[in-house]
């Protein structure tokens, strides 16, 4: 087989290589996210006062065979666009369910506060809540 052959042979199924090693981003095995509902945590759009320490939690479960991968918070001041706060990885095959209480100080000046928390799963599915503090 000529070198020109192989080269041929190569740019046909490079293509195909590459489409069946992608990650499938089929949403139906999202991860499920709730918040934490329990006394004590905000789960919902509220109002709080300036300087005040309140609490978000958030449950994270697989669905079908797809572990979750990583956990994203983001907080957005005031409308302005979304800043990573924090990120959270699970270790490979523990990735089953996950709970986290994110304790949040409110700042000193008024305005609007976004929290959005995101799952993503091994297979890059995601799925997201999100909840606005109002600091008057």
């Given amino acids: 087989m000529s070198a020109l052959s192989v ?3 190569l740019l046909f199924c490079l293509p195909l290589i590459i489409v069946s090693c992608s990650k499938p981003t089929d949403q139906s ?3 499920v996210i709730n918040f934490i509902t329990t006394a004590g ?3 919902s ?3 709080v006062k300036r300087d005040s320490t309140v609490i978000i939690g958030f449950e994270v479960t697989k669905t079908n065979n797809d572990l979750i991968h ?3 918070i983001f907080c957005s001041y005031n409308s302005r666009p979304d800043t990573l706060i924090e990120q959270i990885t699970l270790l ?3 990735g089953t369910s996950y709970t986290h209480d994110n304790y ?3 700042r000193d000046s ?3 506060e976004k929290y959005t928390f995101e799952a993503n799963s091994f297979l890059g599915a995601r799925s997201s809540i999100n909840l606005t503090l109002t600091v008057p």
């Fill in 104 to 106: 949040i100080t409110t």
């Fill in 29 to 31: 095995s999202a991860p």
């Fill in 110 to 112: 008024s305005g609007t």
């Fill in 45 to 47: 759009n509220a109002t």
């Fill in 70 to 72: 990583y956990i994203n």
């Fill in 92 to 94: 490979p095959g523990t």
């Fill in 41 to 43: 945590h905000i789960y």
């Fill in 7 to 9: 080269s041929r042979c």
